[in-house]
């Protein structure tokens, strides 16, 4: 069974940093694409990094570009998010999401994905 699980958000101050990782079961993380997306509700999800072990990370949306960067550990078939210089703009629910493939596109950035974890609550605050 394919699972996905998030796991690190919480509440940190503004220009914190978090780690959140995405624990994969079920398949074999170098054969998948994975996204990270977030979502304020009300808002429209957004999809933020996207990593394959073909070409690492290609794409960063540019409300992140040099705050967030994702790695792989292939080994523990797991994927982090490292988070930096955190802002309460940056406050939703980070979710990540697996399809298979070895390249990122931009349909996956948009949602387009066969699995998905439950996600992990971040909210930056004083």
């Known amino acids: 069974q394919i699972q996905l699980v998030e796991s690190g958000g919480g509440l940190v101050q503004p220009g914190g940093s978090l780690r959140l990782s995405c624990a994969a079961s079920?398949?074999?993380?170098?054969?998948?694409?994975i996204v990270w997306f977030r979502q304020v509700p009300g808002k429209e999800r957004e999809g933020i990094i996207c990593?394959?072990?073909?070409?690492?990370?290609?794409y960063y949306a540019d409300s992140v570009k040099g705050r967030f960067t994702a790695s792989r550990d292939n080994a523990e078939n797991t994927v982090y998010l490292q988070m930096n210089s955190l802002k309460p703009d940056d406050t939703a629910v980070y979710y990540c999401?697996?399809?298979?493939?070895?390249?990122?596109?931009?349909?996956?950035?948009?949602?387009?994905?066969?699995?998905w974890g439950k996600g992990t609550v971040v909210t930056v605050s004083p």
């Open positions: 999401a697996a399809t298979r493939s070895w390249y990122c596109q931009a349909t996956m950035i948009r949602g387009d994905m066969d699995y």
């Open positions: 079920g398949f074999t993380l170098d054969d998948y694409v």
């Open positions: 990593t394959s072990s073909t070409d690492g990370s290609s």
